[in-house]
T-cell receptor, first 112, second 114 residues
């Protein structure tokens, strides 16, 4: 939404499998973020990146990995080390910490 | 810190009523605050923001009030409509240091009945 594309919208993962969630933006925002949302819960920060080739762990980074090779792209890999990956994953972008975020439409990941 | 306190997880109102959603923030260094609306199955949408040099800001049918003394933020929605039914989150920018991210509150589910 609003220049952020998350794909796929729905994703199913088998036990022990790594999956990658895509987040692409054309807003020319420097900062990008990944949040996890569980049913009826708030947003928990997984990883964020303020500039290309740099990223920091959020509150719940274990079992996840990211890369930021291009300004437009910030993919999230959910690894087999993440024991409870079923959740709604949201990507967001901003000009920086003193500006609001624009969110994507989310990816719903389910373990089967 | 995460926004806690004065938090009602759900709020039910009648169409046409005014709604007030409250949020408390714990980090006194926060100087930027935002309200988001999230409809079911969608990403959050920006509603309105406010910086700490203001105590009130108005948008279309929405008003945000900031009380820095008690670290309290509220969102007022005038003439609430069924389309306003959603989860509302407040967010703060925390210590305002380089390399940090917004801190989100737990969310309040607003239900509007006709």
């Amino acid at each position: 939404d609003g220049g952020i594309t998350q794909s796929p919208k729905y994703l199913f993962r088998k036990e022990g499998q790594n999956v990658t969630l895509s987040c692409e933006q054309n807003l020319n925002h420097d900062a990008m973020y990944w949040y996890r949302q569980d049913p009826g819960q708030g947003l928990r920060l997984i990883y964020y990146s303020q500039i290309v080739n740099d990223f920091q762990k959020g509150d719940i980074a274990e079992g996840y990995s990211v890369s930021r090779e291009k300004k437009e792209s910030f993919p999230l890999t959910v690894t087999s080390a993440q024991k409870n990956p079923t959740a709604f994953y949201l990507c967001a972008t901003s000009f920086g910490n003193n500006y609001g975020y624009t969110f994507g439409s989310g990816t719903r990941l389910t373990v089967v | 810190g995460e926004s806690v306190g004065l938090h009602l997880p759900t709020l039910s109102v009648q169409e046409g009523d005014n709604s007030i959603i409250n949020c408390a923030y714990s980090n006194s260094a926060s100087d930027y605050f935002i309200w988001y609306k999230q409809e079911s199955g969608k990403g959050p949408q920006f509603i309105i923001d406010i910086r700490s040099n203001m105590d009130k800001r108005q948008g279309q049918r929405v008003t945000v009030l900031l009380n820095k003394t008690v670290k309290h933020l509220s969102l007022q929605i005038a003439a609430t409509q069924p389309g306003d039914s959603a989860v509302y989150f407040c967010a703060e920018n925390g210590p305002n240091q380089a390399g940090t991210a917004l801190i989100f509150g737990k969310g309040t589910t607003l239900s509007v009945s006709s």
